[in-house]
């Protein structure tokens, strides 16, 4: 009997926990480094959640980010306003601000929900901002851009996540 590493458990454990989370039977894929749920542009429905593959190497540190994008997608079949996506889909700019909002949102309800996502969520956001934020202020502030909107424009999402975590905090 051959034993599994715990990157393969992860894999082979993703589909179940995401439909199980979700209380829907829906393909889940693992591809590239993105997570994001696919929706079906004329009705809204969801058709796809797809989340980071992990690499027979993958670091301790990337599995547990995964576990933190599977809350975090599950966070959007679970809490996102379809309808309200549908009114704005023409427009790829507000999809992405919409986005940068909602996210904190559907990440505080999946903690009402399901109160072992925090942690999850934590490793997921030390990797952004380690990993996605820093990276790309480092290229902002290596290419001798002085706009100070290009910095902004890279620390935005950070900015709107620490400000709705903080009004959360507040009103509990």
Known sequence: ???LSPVQIVRDSIATITQILADREIPVSQQGMKA???YNEVTGEPT???LPYLPDDASDELILSVQ???DHEVGHLLFTDRKA???IAHDEQLLEMQNIFEDPYVERRMRERFPGSRDNFNKLFDLFLDKIVDRNFQKVLKSGETNPMAFFGVL????VRSWLM????LNT
């Open 1 to 3: 009997m051959e034993l």
């Open 68 to 70: 933190g994008f599977l």
């Open 85 to 87: 996506l549908l009114s």
């Open 48 to 50: 796809r959640v797809v």
């Open 166 to 169: 903080c009004l959360a905090l």
């Open 156 to 159: 935005f999402p950070a900015i």
């Open 36 to 38: 994001y749920v696919a």
